[in-house]
């Protein structure tokens, strides 16, 4: 019985303190969250964010801090090309000396979750950038889509001069979530952790299609669009904006979920207002809420990606997909550094983790499925979510709809070469909550998977391989991994890349 060793988490550039770490089922505070730890204390604290992801035993992730940490947070340098904020116990915050392995220099739940709330970026959200976005929401109506395409064309004219987060993916939290595992191995001296894998049965990565429907001709083209998608067995969630658009049928929701696929609510009115003033969007999120309850709708959408998680609250969904994982593009920049998904409060969210079909074809003017590959190969990479909008709006067009085509037939290659999970955004949500939810046991000498839904749940082990951390997966029912083949994070997957 074969274990499967699936990737290399470290890039090895030496430094052996935390990075950052990804959501799998952590609920991220929307306050911030800190070890608490007083300096000179010798207990150990729960790193939360790397034990919620993980879903291994407490005891492989219990550290404690240096000494006290400073009063305000700054960007950190930790490693090649690894950029993050927080807070840190050391004077220079690019130092790359040697750390003791059980005193951290950082709160790594601090920094994750400045990640993955975006709490790093110093958003323009005063009178200048509220005034340009009021003005261009208000001429929209009275603009071409050539028109609109060139302003938007103008305001992601810098996108290169942008080191952090980091274009095309950003994987900063599932880098510091690798190295708090290195830094365990090493201190607690054991081989391996025991931990539940991301995904069920045993599935590399998972993919995930989502359709924005914008106006009523996307709508329309809802019907065909279907047809290609089945075409090439998969299934997408389409988000519905409910005022404004275009006509919201029964019959025409009842079409969507008859055929297998999911319904989610995008926005009110998809005006871009949504979150300009607290008392409009109490007022909003009302109407939104009744919509969703009115859909039989888990799962949400903001028009634009636009976000502030401290509000999600007030959101009566189970899901929320509007965080890019990286987005230089976008009118709101930033990204949550993350391709796994992650609770914000009650609400899990599942990040956007490639490029939106419009940038692609109307920003960057790229027909080709060439950074969409990138993308999905450095996911892979991370065995992470690869989710992807795709507007019915945008690919009406022979040449966008060819372009689409390419990237289905791609995934059809993938299915045979790959274990990949393809899921609708709701599947996504209740496993990723059931997961959040199991444990692992140690009976007999040997861990066990506990908790509803552990059938589906594969038990998987970290462990350094030739100086590099390495994933495998345990052969059931035995629980226990007696060889290995070994597959590099940085080993293109075979399908012409």
Not at 424 to 447: K, V
Request: net charge negative; charged share 30%.
């Amino acid at each position: 019985m074969t274990t499967r060793v699936l990737k290399y988490l470290k890039d090895g550039d030496g430094l052996k303190s935390p990075r950052t770490i990804s959501g799998e089922g952590q609920r991220v505070p929307v306050t911030s969250s800190s070890i608490a730890n007083p300096a000179g204390e010798d207990d150990p604290v729960l790193i939360r964010a790397a034990h919620d992801r993980y879903r291994c035993p407490e005891r492989f992730l219990d550290f404690r801090l240096q000494s006290e940490l400073p009063r305000d947070p700054k960007y950190l340098g930790l490693g090649a090309g690894t950029i993050c904020s927080g807070r840190s116990a050391k004077s220079d915050h690019k130092e790359r000396a040697s750390i003791d392995l059980k005193a951290l220099p950082i709160d790594p739940d601090e920094v994750i979750d400045n990640l993955l709330l975006e709490r790093y970026s110093k958003r323009r959200s005063g009178t200048w950038e509220n005034l340009l976005k009021r003005i261009y929401y208000f001429v929209r109506p009275l603009t071409s889509r050539w028109m609109r395409k060139q302003i938007q064309r103008f305001h992601a004219s810098n996108w290169e001069n942008a080191e952090f987060p980091k274009w095309p993916v950003d994987t900063t939290v599932e880098t510091i979530c690798e190295n708090l595992l290195s830094l365990s191995l090493e201190a607690k001296r054991v081989d391996r952790i025991p931990f539940i894998w991301f995904w069920p049965n045993g599935a590399r990565s998972c993919v995930a299609m989502t359709h924005d429907v914008e106006e009523e001709a996307g709508r329309n083209f809802c019907e065909q669009l279907m047809d290609i998608d089945d075409s090439y067995r998969i299934k997408a969630s389409f988000q519905i904006v409910p005022e404004g658009r275009y006509a919201v049928s029964r019959e025409f929701l009842s079409r969507l979920r008859d055929r297998g696929f999911e319904v989610c609510v995008q926005d009110l009115n998809h005006d871009g207002r949504l979150f300009d003033r607290r008392d409009e969007f109490l007022r909003r999120v009302e109407l939104i809420n009744r919509y969703g309850r009115d859909y039989g709708a888990k799962g949400y959408r903001s028009a634009v990606l636009y976000r502030k998680p401290e509000w999600y609250e007030d959101l009566d969904f189970s899901f929320d997909m509007s965080f890019p994982n990286v987005a230089p593009f976008d009118p709101q920049r930033g990204g949550c550094c993350t391709v796994m998904p992650y609770f914000i409060g009650n609400v899990l969210e599942i990040p956007l983790t490639t490029i939106q079909d419009y940038t692609l074809f109307h920003i960057l003017d790229d027909y080709s499925t060439d950074l969409w590959k990138k993308q999905i190969e450095m996911i892979l990479a991370k065995n992470g979510l690869i989710s992807f909008i795709v507007h019915p709006d945008y690919i009406i067009d022979s040449k966008a709809q060819s372009v689409y085509r390419d990237l289905l037939a791609y995934f059809e290659e993938l299915r045979g070469q790959e274990a990949l999970w393809f899921a609708l955004p709701g599947e996504i949500d209740r496993w990723w909550r059931a997961r959040s939810r199991m444990s692992i046991a140690e009976r007999d000498g040997s861990w066990e998977i506990v908790g509803e839904g552990a059938e589906r749940a594969v038990l998987a082990f970290a462990r350094e391989v030739d100086g590099k951390l390495v994933y495998e997966l345990a052969d059931p029912p035995t629980g226990k991994s007696q060889g290995a083949a070994l597959f590099s994070a940085d080993k293109p997957i075979n399908a012409g890349l």
